[in-house]
């Protein structure tokens, strides 16, 4: 069964520090990898997306993510975190066939300290 | 642009009642999704639907009926609210059926005493 595993529910960094947020998957097929971002009382903004063209992927607000398929995992950085990158993440895989249908990670939340 | 619209934003219900939340989009998508969020589970798929008339359970799809009888609208119905059903529940659309970027609504909180 496909799954994805996104480790530390937590995650505190200093403002201009390196961020660095986990997501591993299981599937035995190639899949479409997508990081997602949640603001305080908002709903989820796709932040970036793998679909089988270049590994390394950017998004928006300076994101970028690499997916390593021998390490099954797909972990999205930022160089130099900014107090407006406080928020929820959730890494989710799908794959190609019909509807492909989301599986969403629990989340990891980022907190940024001055 | 309104994107996804989903009403209400906050709902308190007695075990038994029955309520459904509203969600309509204004972007022409044919494909619409429910989910429900949980501490430490993400988010998991109630029900879907690929165009209007078509819908299909996901995940979680217990305690839940959907139907789609226009384009625009994709409302959930509790039929007899439990407990377990507390949770926030954010409605998605989507251009086509790879799902590859989706369109989430700002959630509705619901609680289930």
């Known amino acids: 069964a496909q799954s994805v595993t996104q480790l530390g529910s937590h995650v505190s960094v200093s403002e201009g520090a390196l961020v660095l947020l986990r997501c591993n998957y299981s599937s035995s097929v190639p899949p479409y990898l997508f990081w997602y971002v949640q603001y305080p009382n908002q709903g989820l903004q796709l932040l970036l997306k793998y679909t089988s063209a270049a590994t390394l992927v950017k998004g928006i607000n300076g994101f970028e993510a690499e997916f390593k398929k021998s390490e099954t995992s797909f972990h999205l950085t930022k160089p130099s975190a900014h107090m407006s990158d406080a928020a929820e993440y959730f890494c989710?895989?799908?794959?190609?066939?019909?509807?492909?249908?989301?599986?969403f990670g629990a989340g990891t939340r980022l907190a940024v300290h001055p | 642009n309104a994107g996804v619209t989903q009403t209400p934003k906050f709902q308190v219900l007695k075990t038994g009642q029955s309520m459904t939340l509203q969600c309509a989009q204004d972007m022409n998508h044919e494909y619409m999704s429910w989910y429900r969020q949980d501490p430490g589970m993400g988010l998991r798929l109630i029900h879907y639907?690929?165009?209007?008339?078509?819908?299909d359970q996901g995940e979680v799809p217990n305690g839940y009926n959907v139907s789609r009888s226009t384009t625009e609208d994709f409302p959930l119905r509790l039929l007899s609210a439990a407990p377990s059903q507390t949770s926030v529940y954010f409605c998605?659309?989507?251009?086509?059926?790879?799902?590859?970027?989706?369109?989430f609504g700002s959630g509705t909180q619901l609680s289930v005493l």
């Open positions: 639907s690929v165009g209007a008339g078509i819908t």
């Open positions: 989710a895989v799908s794959f190609s066939g019909g509807y492909n249908k989301l599986i």
């Open positions: 998605a659309s989507s251009y086509d059926a790879t799902n590859e970027k989706l369109f």
